[in-house]
């Protein structure tokens, strides 16, 4: 039989099936209030600690890891904050006190500026390294005082729906 000169009329070949997606977890799909990932979410808490941390407070009301990362770092950045204003106050005081004064004023400025302010870098570090892992990770003292908070605005949230 001679062959066909069209190839138009012969049969097209069946394409290959595609192949199947990888499953995606159930974790990974869920979203904030949002629209992130809550990982995504914590962490931006965690680099912007005061305004990110009150906007997801008011944005997510149903994920508690964001919500207890966002109380947390809200916690520690007007911690970090209201230190920072009393070393001021403190330095700008001694400051002007005659002999004591210098001496105290050059000890409060190399604790502040030092080992507390080092101190605080590390534990920012840590909650953004923490908080993009997805691992709850509580600073000391502040992570229960947050957990604490948290359950307070938890149960005033159906009084004032």
Not at 46 to 66: Q, T
Not at 82 to 96: C, D, E, K, P, Q
Not at 115 to 129: H, K
């Amino acid at each position: 039989m001679p062959e066909d000169p069209n190839p138009a009329s012969a049969p097209a070949p069946e394409p290959a099936a595609a192949p199947a997606a990888p499953p995606v977890p159930a974790e990974a799909t869920v979203a904030t209030a949002g629209g992130l990932e809550p990982k995504v979410a914590a962490g931006l808490c965690c680099i912007f600690p005061i305004v990110a941390s009150i906007i997801f407070l008011v944005l997510e009301k149903k994920d508690k890891f964001v919500r207890f990362w966002a109380m947390q770092s809200l916690l520690f950045g007007l911690l970090a904050f209201a230190v920072g204003i009393l070393f001021s106050i403190a330095i700008f005081i001694l400051g002007h006190m005659p002999f004591i004064g210098g001496l105290m004023t050059w000890i409060l400025i190399f604790l502040y500026h030092w080992v507390i302010r080092l101190a605080f870098v590390i534990v920012y570090i840590i909650s953004i390294v923490k908080a993009f892992s997805n691992l709850e990770w509580e600073i000391p003292v502040l992570g229960k005082v947050a957990r604490e908070q948290l359950a307070k605005l938890d149960r005033q949230e159906p009084a004032a729906s």
